[in-house]
């Protein structure tokens, strides 16, 4: 029975909400989980309200109105089996014990059945704070029994060496921050050095040099600058990031909503003005569609920042709308499904 937008329980795009790590013989080729956690940050709290939000805002979109013409496919009535998994239970009070709490999650959640028709299920992550992605990044090692690309949209690097936030008071759990757990999944050997990407970049670095670069290239990642997009144009920051990556490689795509300009996107911890619109980071989505996605993240979405028409939070969920497109899209490209894929759009024809 078709769902209105503004009816029923709020799961995301009206999916089937599953409790999957107390279900966890349950088969599915696509989940969202939340992961409403956001005590390692460094600036604005609030982003542990981000996977409600962005549930909220997905409320238009629907099974019976979800086709999307630049696929040529609806990705809630083609081949996976996608549903909605809720939450993660995370302690808001003790961060060495929420990491833990989020890396057997993520572990189980991964160790789920899928439907045998594609691969192993993926997930898609509502944040949270960024820190997230360190132990989805642990889980996918496990899982795949080996290091991954990183696609990483965001302002800032997130590469940044514990050490670069200063206090006289040291300890162990502090290393691990929404800045610091790419240079923490590196040293543990989860990212490829030399496949991986930052794009939208437009932060300050520390100090009065180039040491945060200089420890960034030690990772191996390709930086793309929001600036870069006004010579490159859309076309050729998405071919800097297939010939980076490629399309057999394993990635893990993590979309800090503050690689969009905190115009159309205010709702996040640690603005940045200067970044991209909306519609240039779904285009570039879009244009690399082809890239093998095992698992990604939307990520600082803070609701109490927003505007009242929750712009940030729509955002979000219209970047969700499109992972699982491209999900659902490479599927198909596969071969595992042939036939099922209709006609793409007509070049020129990209509906928002």
């Known amino acids: 029975m078709a769902k209105w937008g503004f009816s029923g329980i709020s799961t995301f795009a009206h999916l089937e909400h599953i409790k999957c790590l107390t279900n966890t013989d349950t088969p599915f080729d696509i989940a969202l989980i939340g992961a409403p956690f956001d005590t390692a940050v460094s600036y604005r709290p609030g982003a542990r309200f981000g996977p409600k939000a962005i549930r909220a805002a997905s409320a238009r979109q629907t099974s019976f109105r979800g086709f999307n013409a630049r696929a040529g496919l609806n990705p809630y009535t083609s081949w996976a089996k996608i549903i909605d998994c809720g939450d993660i239970p995370i302690t808001p009070f003790d961060n060495e014990l929420a990491l833990r709490q989020m890396s057997e999650a993520y572990i189980e959640l991964g160790a789920h059945p899928s439907t045998n028709k594609v691969g192993k ?37 997130d590469t940044w060496h514990p050490a670069k936030y200063p206090s006289v008071w040291e300890s162990r759990q502090s290393d691990f921050n929404h800045g610091s757990m790419f240079w923490i999944a590196s ?38 600058s929001a600036d870069d997009i006004d010579d490159l144009g859309t076309a050729g920051i998405i071919s800097s990031i297939l010939e980076r990556i490629g399309t057999e490689v394993p990635v893990y795509l993590s979309i800090d909503i503050d690689v969009i300009d905190p115009g159309l996107a205010p709702g996040t911890g640690t603005p940045e003005p200067g970044g991209w619109t909306t519609r240039e980071l779904i285009k570039i989505l879009r244009g690399i569609d082809k890239l093998n996605v095992v698992g990604a993240d939307i990520v600082e979405v803070a609701p109490s920042y927003d505007g009242p028409g929750e712009v940030t939070a729509l955002a979000g969920a219209q970047l969700g709308f499109e992972l699982i497109t491209s999900i659902v899209k490479r599927g198909i490209i596969d071969g595992a499904l042939d036939g099922l894929l209709k006609p793409e759009a007509e070049p020129g024809k990209d509906e928002l």
Do not use: C
Not at 121 to 145: E, F, V
Not at 194 to 204: E, F, N
Not at 209 to 222: A, H, P, S, T, V
């Open 121 to 157: 299920p993926k997930l898609i992550t509502l944040g949270g704070d960024h820190s997230i992605a360190l132990p989805a990044l642990r889980a996918l090692q496990n899982i795949y029994g080996q290091s991954v690309a990183v696609l990483h949209f965001d302002s800032h690097l």
């Open 187 to 224: 040293n543990e050997g989860l990212i490829l050095n030399g496949s991986s990407v930052h794009a939208g970049l437009r932060t300050r670095l520390s100090g009065d040099g180039w040491d945060d670069y200089e420890d960034d290239d030690r990772q191996g990642f390709l930086r793309i």
